[in-house]
């Protein structure tokens, strides 16, 4: 059988996660969330994360600018610890490089990536450079660091919780399409190429929630809804149900759509790149623990469904009334 008919969470459940289990200590947390958590102290524990970007894999060389490119590359790791609540404290970058590049191609690249690390006091500590035959290949690793009651998992869903994203969703789904199919210029263009060539992780929302005891379970959307709403449904044995009159979608990925008729939704939960959080939060809490988000960012925490009782898996309903969705998110392999 061909890895291409297995599935990328089959492969990782199946072949990478079971020959390990009986090497990891009690107290570390290995496969399975965004990042590995191991403990320094009583207090805090570090928490590792890193993604792999292979070019015509992940990205188009002519269709981002190194900047974006460099930028991206350490927004999706810092994305991982933002999904645990958790604060990055240093980078490694290991990348491969074809050898006919040019080299302002790569001070352009490392530019991006600096901006990120400035905004975010994440110094890069080390990392690996070589000569590639296939492309360019990133390879961005981060560590962070969390208080042991503030870490928010995967498994921590629990019945009753509100599921809430922190953003409009398929935006960047929206961008990646103008790219890929050239569409001519259009204002609402802007916003929605942003969101897919600079995404900005959620660090310091993330650490806000993370000091919320009701906010349970939390992970970064890097996949769609479709795919991530299912890890927490999993890791947590509990069943999710998503409203999809309540799913919010920006108006530039509406009139997108419109113009070019795609279905929002499906970009909104199986589109991918988001890099927002998805929470889930105790449902009598709910509406005070929005309240002090919207004051401190200016924001609002959408609430997209419910967590019930039950076998994991992940129901769409609109007004009601259960509705099949191809929707699965995205997968390398599938
Ligand atoms: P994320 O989207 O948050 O980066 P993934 O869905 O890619 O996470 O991965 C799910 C889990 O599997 C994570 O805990 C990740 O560290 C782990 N994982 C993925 N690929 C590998 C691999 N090749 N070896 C070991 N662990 C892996
Ligand atoms: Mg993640």
Known sequence: MQISGFGEFDIIEKIFKPGFDHLIPEDVTGIGDDCAIIPIDDKQSNLYTTDLLIEDIHFLRNSITAFELGFKSLAVNLSDIAAMGGKPEGSFLSIGLPPDLEISWIEAFMQGFRKLSEKEYVPLLGGDTTKSSCGIVINV???????????????????????????????????????????????????LLKQHLTPYPKIAEGRFLAGINKVHAMIDVSDGIGS?????????????????????????????????????????????????????????????????????????????????????????????????????????FA
């Open 141 to 191: 690793g981060v560590r962070g660091t969390i208080l042991h009651q503030q870490i928010k998992r995967r498994s921590a869903a629990l019945p009753g919780d509100i599921i809430a994203v922190l953003d409009p969703l398929g935006n960047s789904a929206g961008g990646l399409q103008i790219i890929l199919n050239h569409y001519p210029d259009h204002d609402c263009h802007a916003n």
């Open 228 to 332: 991530d709403l299912k890890h927490i449904a999993n890791a947590s044995d509990a069943a999710a149900e998503v409203y999809l009159e309540n799913i919010p979608l920006s108006t530039d990925l509406k009139e997108l759509c419109r113009l070019h008729k795609f279905d929002p939704l499906k970009l909104a939960v199986s589109g991918g790149e988001d890099y927002t959080l998805l929470v889930t939060i105790d449902g009598l809490a709910f509406d005070e623990i929005a309240m002090h988000y919207q004051k401190q960012f200016k924001s609002y925490l959408y609430p997209i469904g419910r967590i019930l009782e039950g076998e994991p898996s992940v129901v769409y309903k609109k007004n009601g009334e259960i509705v099949e969705l191809d929707a699965d998110g995205f997968d390398h």
